[in-house]
């Protein structure tokens, strides 16, 4: 399988405390970006490789900037303003199982669903980016079962039902 490394062409607006004020920044030829941050600069130009990650009915679209500082935006906000602590412990599974908790540079953005299924769906993005990446972390992240999509989505309603499967209760008269 060959990676695929694509360039930017986009405009992201990031405001949050880290930065000075809002910050339009547009992506083109490679080129390093100064988002002003207290201790590393931002790299979200250039090649990139991506996948898709998907949980329940969450949709995560995941880039993958190689030699980066660690810094991941989801939706355009900074991680810990998007997700909680026990959901990010979530989504870096996969980075600690490759060792590269700081390496790369990660743009998200997801749709659908909850916080917890979005989580999943990042961590899901985020393991079939590295896998893309480096073959030889496929079975490592088997092992982990950080592959294999859960794909169990809440059942519709039927006709003539309360719920899914419940119905009204039977009366002998």
């Known amino acids: 399988m060959a990676i695929v490394k694509k360039e930017v062409t986009k405009k992201i607006r990031i405001s949050d405390e880290d930065f000075d004020g809002d910050a339009m920044i547009e992506l083109s030829e ?10 590393s600069k931002a790299d979200f130009t250039g090649k990139y490789i ?8 969450a949709t995560a679209s995941i880039r993958l900037f190689e030699n980066g500082k660690g810094i991941i935006i989801v939706n ?8 909680t602590p026990t959901q990010m412990s979530i989504l870096s599974q996969p980075l600690k199982l490759a060792g590269h908790m700081r390496d790369f540079n990660f743009s998200i953005i997801v749709s659908g669903g909850g916080k917890d299924g ?16 480096d073959e030889n972390y496929r079975a490592v992240m088997k092992t982990a079962d950080l592959l294999t999509r859960d794909r169990r989505e809440v059942e519709r ?12 209760q039977w009366s002998k008269r």
Do not use: C, W
């Not at 309603?157 to 499967?165: C, D, E, L, M, Q």
């Open 30 to 39: 490679p080129e390093v970006l100064d988002l002003n941050l207290k201790d």
């Open 50 to 57: 991506s996948a898709i990650g998907r949980r329940k009915t």
């Open 76 to 83: 355009d906000l900074k991680i810990n303003k998007y997700f």
């Open 118 to 133: 979005q989580a999943e769906a990042v961590r899901h993005g985020i393991t079939r980016t590295l896998v893309k990446m």
């Open 157 to 168: 309603k039927k006709p003539g039902h309360r719920k899914a499967r419940k119905s009204a």
